[in-house]
């Protein structure tokens, strides 16, 4: 290339990248959301991503016809990935200050949104006549949104954790479908059967891994009646009998009877792409993560059931619950707030609409008749609307999550810190999972030491 | 900005010196973006990360708690097995990852054939986005059961197999082969080209008098490369100890029993996972020492004869 | 040719030909099994269904290749997006890196202002310093940059800006022009030459292969990079390919994830064979200079 040549090559190259850059610039504006027209804008994350085709269509749907209802308010879809909070990005956006309006938390995030001070306390904005059902929430998840008496997320999903089992997987292992295992005892058998019957698959699965190890430790210490942290929250409580139990019975299905499967440390998307490939017999999960092995990971619904949760001598003495909803950012002004909650009233607390279309959702791919999202109040109008409408349209036989729905075991709630404590339980779990010389002993008093560490640090 | 600076011509200052002033206004303006990036991306952040971690923000509101974070950070029981882990990572990886490049470069620097074809192969994984390849690792090579790759080769060959990733004693090799795999290119190429630069009269003279293949290697080729040798060293050492993408993405994480924690990822844990950017910033300074300390050991012995 | 370890008589003789033969067909085999195997293992197995990836022992070739796989990675992760962010990111980076780093070493190298040397002491000091140990600081700087109190997260800038603070390039150019002899300079300051305009017509011109080495250095870095963009680009519309393709991995199935691996792996390995001679000599040359 000649001299001039090359500087005019230069030259094209600078003015191009000053171009493009002064562009992806002015497409970040941070103006308060409502423009001349007298338009509301807001934005709202945890849209579906493209791999769950329908529920994205429902998703840009339901924005469709709210916009049409209400035609001042701008709603601005943002999908932030398959989980809508993993927590190291949640932790960047909520320090970066870069989340949605509306943002999406998990029930555990309550205290690390208010820690960043990104979260609008919403008291004065919540109430009948913003949100119709209101009163029909069940003011045990209100209560989680709360600090201080003032409330700071709304709601909209809960669950609770039952023994996810493939009912095609047990017949071949010659088990009863319509009688699972109700003790961990009885789980045992059942997987040394199934693994048994076909050598690739895992009788039983469990993580240990991305901090759902953690979370499935805690279910599984709450089935046994143990407790991750003291009454008070400020020690550890699972290096106790009960943590030792949960731990030696994982030891014994992983070692002694080798019906667990050789791939380990998984995560979340790692057991259910194994389940929906066939290859899991059992796992505890929320009667949601089949609308997940379905919609997702490509599995048939037909296979699975969902049981109660286990226990050590009978059921579960308790099960993990948990639950979603959506924060408001702060500095929002009044008119965002307003349509924000008008968004979420129409799309995720509304029997008929949004997430409770279930006359749409019948045709669709996505299994309707589960026992979830368990948002309403027992005995409350919206509760019984939704209930009555589930029935009516479900697509999936209603007798698979019959056991789940008629035996509610007592709902047990995140430790505070949840994540961070999920993160360190992991390797306990890891621990028992992948080394067949692990000490649950020692497992439990290195994950106790550096829990109770964290909490001395958070206080 | 890269335009000259007008200058104000001052009364009682002659112009040899206004014109002095003149050539350091233009120095400093083609200084100045450079030197706007250190100040604001390094220079500043480094007064900041020390001064963060004595502090403490919890609710917007900051505090001054002396040693606490520091405290803290070590009594973590993970703070002692991410150092072992991120020493045994760098030692391993400078057996493997170094010598392994060192001695393909003397191997294809001998060849006539092929030359470019095996130098292309040797580079070509260094290209893939470093997700890809431990993708390819974790789904495929070191999958435990029988039905992964390693695995299958190693029952072909009658050989025990493993269980990799999920075996605690296998975690750091594991790591330190697919790392290795991912970016030994570069560093061959540059072994190459120093090789090429080693006068054949040396060898000649050391044939002459008597010296083997081996004898020549020591002799010869390692004394000529030394400098860059020492370099590279230093180089791979100081980026093999902020060891992360591999456990993240091979590991998820921490590994089992926090067989793969490093260093690095305690920092990203700290900071990101426990909501704990202090303690994370003072977890960077521990880091910050360590490495300096190594710096100045190794330069005082790499200059030293 | 000039003579290596062996000489070309011994490998030309009887017992050391065959050894070279022997020793160079192994190689051969040997590294094209190493760096080619895994990656036909990556194309192929992407292609397989979840069952055969799971089957014992491996299938060599998938038996009822699924190309659905491959389609689905390109559509769900929408990676012509991530491929495009990557790729402007990177041009953003040589950019600035060109513009400010090499204004930066020629006021060093030939202007020499007051505290030059200070200045080149306070970069070159920051080498020392791994990124890992500033991530944090560095971090909270670019959600507030001081004085101006200006979020950069989501924005490239987040990566062109951090990027131009590179004590190893300010050096390499600057050996590169301290090497560019005076008289030449001297000579353009009497035809009246301005400083901008000597360093524009004769000091850059001069100066490619060192340009182009930079400019390899700064795509590299910004496509190896990953805990930085992963921290300063939260957002799903603005991460690069590898933090995309992490991100999604967990709520993926296995094989599209790897599918997506591939596709994000194509555009850097063709470019390079295009021109890996350009590449490999660029690098070779410009790395022993500095």
């Not at chain 2, 580079?123 to 997700?131: G, I, K, N, R």
């Amino acid at each position: 290339m000649s001299v001039p040549q090359y500087r005019k090559v230069a030259a094209l190259a600078l003015v191009a990248g000053l171009g493009l850059s002064l562009t992806a610039c002015s497409t970040k504006s941070d103006d308060d959301g409502s423009d001349a027209a007298g338009k509301v804008t807001i934005t709202v994350d945890c849209q579906p991503v493209a791999a769950q085709k329908e529920l994205l269509d429902n998703w840009n749907a339901d924005v469709a016809e709210f916009q049409k209802q209400n035609p001042d308010i701008v709603i601005k879809s943002i999908s932030v990935g398959q989980q809508c909070n993993n927590p190291p990005d949640f932790t960047a956006r909520l320090a970066g200050g870069t989340t949605t309006d509306v943002f999406y938390g998990y029930m555990t995030d309550l205290q690390q949104v208010l820690d960043s001070g990104q979260a609008m306390d919403i008291t004065p904005y919540v109430n009948k006549d913003t949100v119709s059902t209101w009163d029909s929430v069940d003011p045990a998840l209100k209560e989680v949104f709360t600090d201080g008496g003032k409330l700071y997320g709304v709601p909209v999903k809960n669950y609770s954790m039952g023994l996810v089992y493939n009912k095609t997987l047990f017949q071949k292992a010659g088990l009863d479908v319509n009688n699972p295992p109700k003790t961990w005892a009885e789980v045992r058998e059942a997987a040394k059967k199934i693994s048994a019957a076909d050598k690739s698959v895992a009788g039983y699965a469990e993580y240990s891994a991305g901090n759902t190890g953690g979370w499935h430790f805690t279910s599984l210490l709450y089935s046994q009646g143990g407790r991750v942290l003291s009454e008070d929250g400020k020690k550890a409580a699972f290096n106790s009998a009960e943590g030792k139990q949960v731990l030696q019975n994982l030891k014994d299905m992983r070692y002694g009877d080798d019906s667990m499967g050789s791939r380990q440390l998984l995560q979340w998307g790692d057991l259910l792409t194994n389940a929906a490939a066939g290859k899991v017999g059992m796992f505890i999960g929320a009667p949601d993560t089949t609308q997940a092995i379905v919609s997702q990971f490509k599995g048939k619904f037909e296979d699975w059931a969902v049981a109660p949760l286990p226990g050590q001598s009978d059921l579960g003495k308790g099960t993990l619950g948990g639950g979603e909803g959506y924060f408001f950012k702060k500095d929002l002004t009044k008119e965002q707030v307003e349509a924000g909650l008008k968004w979420i009233a129409y799309q995720k607390l509304t029997p008929g609409k949004g997430q409770f279309d279930y006359v749409r959702a019948k045709p669709q791919n996505y299994p309707v008749g589960l026992p979830q999202p368990l948002l309403f109040a027992n005995g409350s109008e919206a509760q019984k609307q939704e209930f009555d409408l589930r029935k009516a349209n479900a697509n999936v036989p209603v007798e698979n999550f019959a056991l789940f729905e008629n035996k509610q075991l007592p709902i047990v709630g995140e430790p505070r810190d949840a994540q961070a404590i999920y993160a360190i339980l992991d390797s306990a779990m890891s621990g028992v999972l992948t080394d067949p010389k692990a000490n649950v002993d020692t497992l439990l008093k290195t994950a106790e030491e550096k829990v109770n560490q964290l909490l001395a640090a958070g206080s | 900005m890269t335009a000259p600076a007008p200058v104000k011509a001052e009364a009682g200052v002659s112009p040899k010196s206004r014109r002095k002033i003149r050539d350091n206004l233009t120095g400093h303006a083609f200084l100045i973006g450079a030197v706007l990036c250190f100040a604001l991306f390094m220079w500043y952040p480094m007064i900041r990360g020390l001064v963060m971690s004595f502090q403490r923000t919890r609710r917007g509101v900051t505090t001054w708690v002396g040693w606490d974070n520091y405290l803290r950070i070590i009594d973590d029981p993970s703070f002692w097995v991410a150092w072992k882990n991120t020493f045994y990572f760098t030692g391993l990886a400078l057996i493997v990852g170094f010598a392994v490049p060192f001695f393909v470069a003397i191997v294809l620097n001998e060849f006539r054939h092929a030359k470019g074809y095996l130098r292309v192969l040797v580079y070509l994984p260094v290209m893939l986005p470093p997700a890809s390849a431990l993708f390819l690792f974790k789904y495929y090579a070191y999958d435990p059961s029988e039905a992964g790759l390693f695995n299958a080769i190693l029952t072909f060959l009658h050989l025990p197999t493993s269980e990799w990733m999920q075996s605690p004693t296998m975690t750091m090799p594991a790591m330190v082969l697919a790392s290795t795999w991912m970016n030994m290119g570069g560093a061959v190429l540059i072994y190459l080209a120093s090789l090429q630069n080693i006068s054949g009269d040396l060898y000649e003279a050391a044939e002459l008098d008597g010296a083997g293949i081996w004898k020549r290697i020591w002799h010869v080729t390692i004394p000529q490369t030394r400098l860059i040798l020492a370099l590279l060293a230093m180089m791979q050492i100081v980026a093999t100890m902020q060891l992360f993408i591999e456990p993240l993405i091979l590991a998820n994480g921490a590994g089992t029993q926090d067989s793969a924690t490093s260093v690095a990822y305690l920092i990203y844990q700290h900071g990101f996972f426990q909501n704990d950017l202090n303690g994370a910033a003072a977890l960077g300074v521990i880091m910050l020492v360590v490495l300096a300390a190594f710096s100045a050991v190794y330069l005082r012995l790499s200059t030293k004869d | 040719m000039t003579r290596t370890l062996i000489s070309h008589a011994q490998l030309r003789r009887g017992r050391g030909r065959v050894i070279y033969w022997t020793l160079l067909t192994v190689v051969v085999v040997g590294f094209t099994l190493v760096f080619l195997g895994p990656l036909y293992w990556m194309v192929t197995g992407a292609l397989k269904s979840g069952q055969e990836i799971a089957q014992t022992p491996p299938t060599l070739f998938p038996q009822d290749p699924q190309p659905q796989n491959y389609v689905d990675a390109w559509t769900q992760l929408d990676l012509a997006k991530l491929l495009f962010n990557t790729f402007y990111y990177a041009a953003g980076a040589v950019l600035f890196q060109l513009v400010f780093d090499t204004a930066a070493a020629y006021a060093l190298s030939k202007l020499r202002p007051a505290f030059g040397n200070v200045i080149l002491g306070a970069m070159l000091a920051t080498l020392m310093i791994p990124a890992m140990v500033l991530i944090v600081p560095q971090y909270q700087t670019v959600i507030d940059l001081p004085v101006l109190n200006l979020s950069l997260i989501d924005s490239p800038f987040a990566i062109w800006l951090p990027m131009v603070a590179n004590a190893f390039n300010i050096f390499l150019l600057k050996r590169f022009f301290d090497s560019i002899p005076e008289e030449i300079m001297a000579a353009a300051f009497v035809d009246g030459a301005t400083p901008l305009r000597t360093l524009w017509s004769i000091i850059l011109p001069m100066s490619r292969p060192i340009l182009g080495v930079v400019s390899i250095f700064a795509v590299t870095a910004v496509w190896k990079d990953f805990l930085w963009p992963l921290l300063v680009m939260p957002h799903p519309e603005t991460r690069t390919i590898s933090v995309g393709i992490y991100a999604f991995a967990a709520g993926t199935p296995q094989n599209v994830v790897v599918a997506a691996s591939v596709i994000a792996a194509l555009p850097t390995v063709v470019i390079f064979l295009i021109f890996q001679r350009n590449i490999m000599s660029g690098l070779t040359a410009g790395s022993l200079k500095g």
